[in-house]
């Protein structure tokens, strides 16, 4: 403290000795100044007038401006991509819509002068630089999550639902922009790069919007989501490299002096696959080993992501390319991609991508379709796209051998086009090939095209699910879970409460990350961590279970739509020591400040405090409101194994419990041990329990002391199975359920309510 004092005091007299000295200074130096320099206009204008004209010329000043458009664009995009999440969307729809409400079409329709303060035409430069930089990271990124192993493997399939994604589109593309190229297309470019650029628009597939679809509709480890995951990246490949094609006719002038430019793609691709992969795979074992990130490393990267991406600028095939490529040679190790993709794929998705979503919306004015011939025009390109993808790939699957559900998934997939459309959108609007009209046209059909992705699936799923409800002949058990250790107990529950019947039933586990912003990549690795323990489960009770892994930011609603959808019998899931238990009355260090303020505020609000142990109570009863399976609810408080099993009754309602005690739980070797809450339980209870189990089955069921004097109830090896209902009774009593060991709480099989 004293020496604290003795610092101050340093530092007051260092700032008073120095500031001092520095005022004598400048005074000294004033005798320099002439009475004939100074500013006129300054000293005729007030100070506040000044003082105005300085904060005036620091907001136009370009710096500002751009922070400012920053600031606006990235606030609109988030609130854009929330709402269409809400709606089951990707967030990356929204986005895009935001950037176009940016635009003519709507705030520059309403609010021309803040439009024109905001988005002078002299700013639009640095905006286009910056997203510019964005989009070359983000086709790193894209290249970065290109999976050849997963092409490989499906190769055969993959090939011909790819490219007839390609082929078909493409044909119906060129025919239709014979029939619009005279109104539309003669004053812009020639015949060739016109008709070509309108094909290939057709035949791009959103790569990271298909992964996130698929991602989020738990559908990564099925057979059709691997599928289509493969053939969205084999197209991804010959797409790009089509565009680079098309973009060199349209740069050359002519087929014959685009040779020179195709040739030199061809020599730089085959430089990047056949040199650089192998000298970056070295790089790369090297690299994954050493447990620092090596700054230099990553910096080399980086320098080869620019040089990549300026070889394909000079060549003739845009910057975007070579991007792209740079990340597609990028070694498989996944440790080494998942550092590469945490360092870029942040700030290239949530800060770069959505200037050029702006950017993009700036030119965008839907108002341009203002006659019926151009909505005529518009309604043909949806057409022939949807007829050209959805068809081309739907039949496509179909012929390699895949069922009708799985082909209409897959055609469904293949036909969102999104941000990799409105990538090459610009591409062709910054060259002059696309009109202004043309480009919105074309807009309208990609943004329609993804929109109609999520709403198709599930048709799609709701038209078969009726026909694979009748297939069913097993039970479905479904085990919900968070933590990887949570998976493996609430297996050891559903085989305990169900032995034998749980060997012929359908078993799916699901866990759920929270957050949809995980990429494909990272989700995988989430994935196969998760399972480890419920794996090592499985084998010991040979046991088959589908892994579903969902990164989702509406849990309850996700469970729901996972029991529901696939027609479950029993729902178990895990809950905290918490559960049931208000964390206001919790014995421990400031329990009773806890409590009084607990008091007040139910004074206050005639309703449940929002604490840990309410908050998951009435998630649980969220998700048994919407199911109408039975559910287990398992309280984890250190259980090890079941050496005992106490069962809690307290009414008649809770006699179903025997039919669990019949079949696995008797099958153990241990005794069941029958128990009620205190001495008050009901004496003809006791009597029918007494002749209808413990009499007729001795070594089985026991009849033991109430749960208020039972010393079973200290020891971690006991599980308590008990109704729902028994244990909010039993739960209001926060002293005796906090005694409580590890429980497994049971609410059988009841109605939806929104089918009552």
């Known amino acids: 403290m004293k020496r604290n004092s003795t610092n101050y005091w340093i530092y007051l007299g260092m700032m008073t000795v120095f500031c001092a000295l520095i005022y004598f200074a400048l005074c000294t130096g004033q005798h320099f100044d002439h009475s004939d320099v100074g500013s006129t206009a300054n000293l005729e204008m007030g100070s506040f007038e000044l003082f105005k004209r300085v904060i005036s010329d620091n907001l136009t000043n370009s710096l500002t401006i751009l922070l400012l458009q920053i600031i606006v664009i990235l606030i609109t995009v988030r609130i854009f991509s929330f709402l269409f999440k809400y709606i089951g969307q990707p967030g990356v729809m929204g986005e895009i819509v935001a950037g176009i409400v940016l635009g003519p079409s709507l705030l520059g329709y309403f609010f021309p002068e803040f439009s024109a303060a905001l988005f002078p035409p002299e700013s639009l430069m640095n905006l286009n630089l910056l997203s510019q930089i964005g989009l070359v990271l983000f086709m790193f990124v894209i290249g970065l999550e290109l999976d050849f192993s997963v092409i490989k493997n499906k190769l055969h399939e993959t090939l011909v639902i790819s490219h007839a994604g390609i082929v078909v589109p493409f044909f119906l593309?060129?025919?239709?922009?014979i029939w619009v190229y005279t109104d539309y297309g003669a004053q812009q470019t020639e015949f060739l790069p016109f008709a070509m650029f309108i094909g290939i628009s057709m035949s791009i597939t959103a790569f990271p919007v298909l992964a996130r679809i698929v991602q989020e509709r738990n559908m990564t480890k099925s057979p059709v989501g691997m599928l289509s995951i493969a053939s969205a990246a084999n197209d991804d490949v010959t797409a790009w490299c089509l565009l680079a094609i098309v973009i060199a006719l349209a740069k050359a002038g002519s087929f014959v002096s685009a040779l020179y430019t195709i040739a030199l793609t061809i020599v730089y691709i085959a430089f990047m696959f056949m040199v650089m992969r192998p000298f970056l795979r070295k790089i790369g074992e090297t690299y994954a080993n050493s447990e620092v990130i090596n700054k230099a490393f990553v910096?080399?990267?980086?320098?080869?992501?620019?040089?990549?991406?300026?070889?394909?600028?000079?060549?003739?095939?845009?910057a975007l390319f070579g991007a792209f490529m740079?990340?597609?040679v990028m070694p498989m190790n996944l440790g080494f991609r998942k550092v590469m993709m945490e360092k870029v794929e942040d700030i290239?998705?949530?800060?770069?991508?959505?200037?050029?979503?702006?950017?993009?919306?700036?030119h965008t004015e839907i108002g341009l379709i203002n006659t019926p011939e151009l909505w005529g025009?518009?309604?043909?390109?949806?057409?022939?796209?949807?007829?050209?993808?959805?068809?081309?790939?739907?039949?496509?699957?179909?012929?390699?051998g895949e069922n009708w559900k799985d082909s209409l998934i897959v055609g469904t997939l293949m036909n969102t086009r999104g941000l990799m459309q409105l990538v090459a959108l610009n591409i062709g609007f910054e060259m002059g090939i696309l009109s202004a009209q043309m480009f919105v046209v074309l807009l309208i059909m990609s943004l329609l095209t993804t929109f109609m992705a999520t709403p198709m699936l599930s048709l799609v799923e709701k038209i078969f699910a009726k026909q694979e409800e009748k297939a069913h002949q097993h039970e479905k058990v479904l085990l919900s879970f968070g933590r990887p250790e949570?998976?493996?107990?609430?297996?050891?529950?559903?085989?305990?409460?169900?032995?034998?019947?749980?060997?012929k039933s359908q078993l799916i586990a699901t866990?759920?990350?929270?957050?949809?912003?995980?990429?494909?990549?990272?989700?995988?690795?989430?994935?196969?961590?998760?399972?480890?323990?419920?794996?090592?489960?499985?084998?010991?009770?040979?046991?088959?279970v589908d892994e579903r892994y969902q990164v989702t930011d509406k849990l309850i609603l996700e469970m729901v739509r996972v029991a529901k959808r696939e027609h479950v019998d029993y729902l178990f899931v895990g809950a905290g020591q918490q559960f049931m238990q208000d964390s206001s009355t919790t014995p421990g260090k400031g329990g009773k400040r806890f409590a009084a303020i607990a008091r007040w505020v139910k004074q206050l609000k005639d309703r449940p405090l929002h604490l840990p142990g309410t908050l998951l109570r009435q998630k649980l009863e969220s998700i048994m409101d919407h199911v109408d399976c039975s559910v287990g609810i398992f309280v984890n408080r250190g259980f090890t194994r079941a050496s005992n099993i106490l069962l809690l009754v307290d009414n008649e309602d809770d006699l179903f419990l025997f039919n669990y005690a019949r079949t696995r739980l008797g099958e153990q070797s241990m005794t069941i041990r029958i128990c009620f809450i205190d001495e008050q339980a009901d004496k003809e209870l006791q009597a029918k329990i007494m002749t209808d189990f413990v009499q007729q089955d001795p070594n089985k069921f026991v009849l033991d002391r109430p749960l208020t004097a039972n010393s079973f109830i200290e020891n971690k090896e006991t599980l308590l199975v008990m109704s729902y209902v028994t244990c909010e009774k039993l739960s209001k009593d926060q002293e005796l359920f906090a005694k409580l060991p590890s429980l497994l709480i049971i609410r059988p099989r009841q109605m939806n309510r929104e089918e009552v």
């Open 299 to 318: 910096g080399f990267i980086f320098l080869f992501l620019v040089l990549s991406s300026v070889a394909t600028e000079i060549i003739g095939i845009h």
């Open 326 to 328: 740079a990340g597609v």
């Open 173 to 177: 593309g060129v025919v239709a922009a």
């Open 511 to 544: 866990h759920f990350t929270l957050g949809t912003e995980l990429n494909p990549t990272k989700a995988e690795e989430f994935a196969e961590e998760s399972f480890i323990p419920l794996r090592e489960e499985a084998r010991q009770l040979n046991l088959r």
């Open 377 to 400: 025009v518009c309604l043909l390109f949806i057409v022939v796209a949807i007829a050209g993808k959805f068809g081309g790939c739907t039949l496509a699957a179909r012929a390699v």
């Open 348 to 362: 290239s998705l949530v800060f770069f991508l959505p200037l050029f979503f702006a950017f993009s919306g700036l």
């Open 486 to 503: 949570t998976g493996r107990m609430l297996l050891g529950m559903a085989d305990l409460l169900l032995g034998h019947r749980l060997q």
